[in-house]
């Protein structure tokens, strides 16, 4: 051993990470000393160079490591150790190249801690779901010290206006529930969290804040923090967690903060609500006392006084004591005992002016409202009043001077009407009738509304007898159908108000304004919109892209911009004139407006540069699908006068929030992206992003080969065998398509699969699938081998083409294999998109002797109503339900169900998954049928499994062992 590589063991003898150097037959050429106490506590055994194997869960990687034919693999995996407990590991193999041999190097990762964290939040979320209050907080923050192995953890709230003060609503120290208390907020980490959002100090918080004398006393050396946001958007306080010694697992703790922050602002918000309430019920009832009101409540069944305040008792000359008990007859109303107008009599009584009844006998003339309220749990009447003695004195003077009034209105040149809280007419000025062609008998008594609007905007119109008058004036504009014509007419309105202070009607003056706002349409279109194009200019991109940025932070979304610069535009305006070059420029515009939706934006910002704005963007597909039709619209001849004009374009791509987070910064980086894009060549694009760059290359790489991929052969299928669980016999065969990419590789099918569901290519590639695996049925069966049950996947597009039956019956004609071994997979999705005619069809092929499965049963949204009545023969659980059902109570009751319904409706269950022996025992202990999954044995080559099947004549018959799990 050379001096160097025995530095490379010390060095990886010192890495506190398991690792194992192989040769390539898993013969352990070394193992660091954490990996061999790992093997020790997992397999008991002490691993010896070049003598002891590697165990069978890593041989068993080392196979699906070969078969992958990549660079790297990692696989999860859940073992039993040598204590009989769970431990939950992730494998990782690299090949390792020396001089003398290639050998693989493996590091292993104990995953089992996390694990446990995962179960201890489960714990918490379940705990916090239900309390509410002083016993949320409280529980919040016990167990989020206990969760995350910290000495103290709280939640606060500001307690000042001038938001510089912090009163905590929970304190956990040392396991238990402390006092509350306050403390300034200057100099410490909780301010930092308040301004900027999430920290953490891992460590170091008495040299990073020397002046928090608190958290100096408490001999704090670690803090993690996050502000709690109310649901405006404004911060409300603090939650932390910190402790006496370096906190371990700080992001860790960051997200589980985050995950309940949420939670716990709702609740402080709620808490806040109620607190506000409450003091807004003392301020009411101050003011009830104190308001220039009378205000009586009176007992409706015997008309005896309940209540009254102050000024009700001295506007009739009596005490409140004198009035309380009596009978309400001798003080508000003039009516006999017994016929009391409101619950006798039936009158409305709001806003009606009645006489009071004083202590002297004389009466006071008031404006009266009564109402029903329930106190107590009991019906009770609300009687309010206002003097209005003072106001019956100037009445008659008012009356004088309206009449000198209504002369300056007739004779004025704009409109002047009067309208009710109702919106019905009540005056209007001859100007008026004259504009709209009525006279005034016509019109008084009408609503306005239908007067000045057309039929089509009165919904969408907000109306003057609807608008709430709390301020006494405003504006408004119509738009309206008069004699000369549609005109704009702007209304400066008036509300006149009672002497109780409500609204009772209002007035306005119209002005013709028409020519003003042809101004300023004009003048607006100018300024943001391009003169040549029509297009969007910049002004008005920038503040689309900012409200798109605001809208796509809110809802989790993304926005894209396309920066695109015209190919050849300086030859083509240089050549044939500008004219030419302006009417290329706006069938540009065009042809962009046509590649996206209504909703996104289309600008030119000068020259040939053209920017699309697309919001609202789900994920990184929907950009490469735009930017593909856009290369090819643009890329197609322009025919302008006498010319055939050709022009491409060159597009840079910038993605919200990943390449800017504000409007400046992703048209900067989308124009960088542009050049990029012109450097490589015309008719092209380039995103920002080197990483999305590489992505959406190899999407269309993948594309534009897979067209292509079926005439050269590059796909085969690999079968994974079903096990009967009763017997253990092989109960048949899943085809499962891959891709050997002559560049790239092996092609997972979830890179792949997708591209063909959008294209349309997922057709002809299922049409091959199912031709190929009956070929190989047949094969097998002309070896000598006995007819194995081949299970096929039929997509939903597939499954929507009108002939399907008839197209399955050729392939059967043409391969002659047996229907009756044949066994089609359909998704819930696609049975149930169209539930009457998927049972047309799956009656069919019914009839042709196939079986028919569902396939991942219990993600999708049946209905037990149709699934009664389609013909099918099997269900299949879903892998997501079967992954935990060993450890996670609801996927089991799931999976039982699942169970429990197929066999109800005489189907047979396939669980696929299947990954280790607990999940195969708990789905043969509840009665499942069949299972498929890497336990029993991984996708093999058809050779590999005509050898299995060779094998398995030999046996007994049964499968498990025969192909190595």
């Known amino acids: 051993m050379t001096q160097a590589s025995g530095s490379y063991i010390q060095v990886v003898e010192a890495l506190p990470t398991p690792i194992l150097l192989l040769r390539q037959n898993g013969i352990i050429l070394h193992a660091n000393a954490p990996a061999t106490t790992l093997l020790e506590t997992l397999e008991g055994i002490t691993p010896q160079a070049d003598f002891t194997l590697a165990p069978c869960w890593i041989m068993d990687e080392l196979e699906i ?65 239900e309390a509410t209050g002083e016993r949320f907080f409280q529980f919040l923050v016990l167990h989020l010290a206990k969760a995350l192995d910290a000495d103290f953890a709280f939640i606060g709230e500001f307690v000042d206006t001038e938001r510089t003060t912090i009163q905590t609503v929970a304190v956990a120290a040392d396991g238990a529930i402390h006092a509350n208390f306050t403390f300034p907020l200057l100099d410490t980490p909780c301010e930092q969290v308040l301004a900027n959002g999430l920290k953490i100090y891992p460590q170091g918080v008495p040299e990073l804040f020397p002046l928090d004398h608190l958290a100096l006393e408490m001999g704090v050396e670690s803090y993690i923090g996050i502000p709690l946001i109310s649901s405006h958007k404004t911060t409300m306080g603090p939650m932390a967690v910190f402790s006496r010694r370096p906190i371990r697992e700080s992001h860790l703790a960051a997200s589980m903060l985050q995950i309940f922050a949420a939670r716990a602002a709702s609740e402080l918000e709620r808490l806040q609500a109620e607190r506000v309430l409450r003091e807004t019920e003392a301020r009411l009832k101050t003011i009830v006392d104190s308001v220039h009101t009378g205000i009586l409540v009176i007992d409706p069944q015997n008309h005896r006084i309940v209540d009254v305040n102050e000024i009700a008792a001295s506007s009739l000359g009596r005490t409140r004591e004198e009035m309380i008990g009596t009978s309400c007859h001798r003080f508000i109303c003039p009516n006999e005992e017994g016929q009391c107008p409101f619950t006798d009599l039936h009158q409305t009584l709001d806003n009606e002016e009645r006489d009071l009844i004083r202590a002297d006998g004389s009466r006071l003339s008031v404006i009266k409202t009564v109402s029903r309220v329930v106190l107590d749990g009991r019906e009770h009447l609300l009687e309010s009043f206002v003097d209005i003695s003072r106001r019956k004195q100037v009445e008659n003077k008012l009356k004088e001077s309206e009449e000198r009034y209504r002369m300056l209105v007739e004779n004025q040149a704009d409109l002047v009407i009067k309208i009710d809280m109702d919106g019905i007419l009540r005056f209007v000025s001859p100007s008026f009738c004259k504009l709209f062609g009525q006279t005034e008998e016509e019109l008084l008594g009408k609503p306005l509304m239908p007067v000045i609007l057309p039929a089509e905007q009165l919904s969408h119109s907000t109306g003057f007898e609807r608008m ?29 108000m009672s002497p109780a202070g409500q609204p009772e009607a209002i007035v306005g003056m119209g002005r013709d304004i028409t020519d003003r706002k042809e101004a300023e349409t004009t003048i607006e279109k100018l300024a943001y919109h391009d003169p040549v194009t029509g297009l969007p200019n910049r002004t008005l991109l920038y503040d689309r892209l900012q409200l798109a940025i605001n809208r796509a932070e809110r809802d989790n979304q993304g926005v894209a911009i396309l920066f695109l610069d015209l190919d050849r535009f300086k030859a083509i305006n240089d050549s044939l004139g500008h004219a030419i070059g302006d009417a ?32 609202a963007l789900e994920n990184d597909h929907a950009v490469g ?9 643009l890329a197609e001849p322009y025919r302008i006068e006498e010319h055939e004009v050709y022009s491409s374009s060159s597009i840079g791509i910038s993605i919200y929030p990943r390449d800017g987070r504000d409007a400046e910064e992703l048209l900067k980086n989308a124009d960088m992206a542009m ?27 993948l594309e534009n080969t897979m067209r292509r991929a079926l005439e050269r052969e590059e796909f085969f299928l690999a079968y994974q065998p079903q096990m009967e669980l009763n017997s253990g016999h092989v109960a048949g065969i899943e085809a499962l398509i891959r891709w050997r990419h002559p560049d790239l590789g092996i092609v997972p099918p979830n890179n792949f699969i ?62 002659g294999f047996n229907p009756e071994f044949l066994e089609l997979e359909l998704t819930e999705s696609a049975v149930m998109e169209n539930p009457e005619e998927a049972i047309l069809t799956l009656r069919q092929l019914k009839k042709m002797g196939i079986t028919l499965s569902i396939d991942d049963f219990g993600t999708g949204y049946s209905s037990l109503s149709h699934l009664k009545h389609f013909p099918i023969d099997r269900l299949k659980i879903d892998r997501s339900f079967v992954k935990h059902v060993t450890r996670d109570h609801n996927d089991a009751t799931i999976a039982e169900a699942i169970i429990a319904l197929a066999h109800s409706m005489n189907l047979t269950v396939v669980a696929e998954g299947i990954e280790h022996s607990e999940q195969m025992e708990f789905m043969h202990q509840r009665s499942c049928d069949t299972m498929q999954g890497y336990y029993l044995s991984r996708p093999v080559t058809a050779d590999e499994f005509g050898s299995f099947l060779k094998r398995l004549g030999e046996s007994d018959g049964k499968a498990h062992g025969l192909l190595g799990g």
């Not at 709390?470 to 008036?494: C, F, M, N, P």
């Open 65 to 129: 490591y070969r078969f992958q034919g990549t660079d790297c693999h990692q696989a999860e995996k859940s073992l039993i150790n040598t204590t009989n407990s769970h431990s939950f590991i992730l494998i990782s193999i690299k090949p390792l190249k020396t001089s003398t041999d290639d050998l693989l190097l493996v590091t292993i990762n104990d995953l089992s801690k996390l694990h446990l964290i995962e179960d201890g939040l489960r714990q918490l979320v379940e705990g916090v779901s």
């Open 468 to 496: 709430i008058c709390h301020d006494t004036s405003y504006y408004r504009e119509y738009l309206s159908q008069t004699v000369e014509g549609k005109r704009w007419i702007g209304w400066a309105l008036r509300c006149i």
């Open 584 to 615: 290329l420029l706006k069938q540009v515009g065009n042809r962009l407006l046509d590649c996206v939706r209504s909703s996104d934006t289309v600008a030119r910002l000068g020259g040939d540069e053209f920017v699309v704005l697309i919001s």
């Open 625 to 633: 699908s735009v930017i593909m039709k856009i290369l090819e619209q």
């Open 675 to 701: 050049y990029q894009a012109k450097e490589a060549g015309r008719n092209t694009c380039h995103f920002f992003s080197p990483e999305l760059n590489m992505r959406a290359t190899e999407r269309l790489l």
């Open 754 to 815: 997708p591209i063909a569901e959008e294209t349309g290519l997922i057709v002809p590639l299922g049409e091959w699938v199912l031709a190929e695996a009956c070929r190989q049925g047949v094969r097998w069966q002309q070896e000598g081998h006995p007819p194995i049950r081949i299970a096929v996947n039929v997509s939903a597009r597939q499954f929507r083409q009108k002939n399907l039956g008839t197209r399955i019956e050729k392939i059967l004609e043409e391969t």
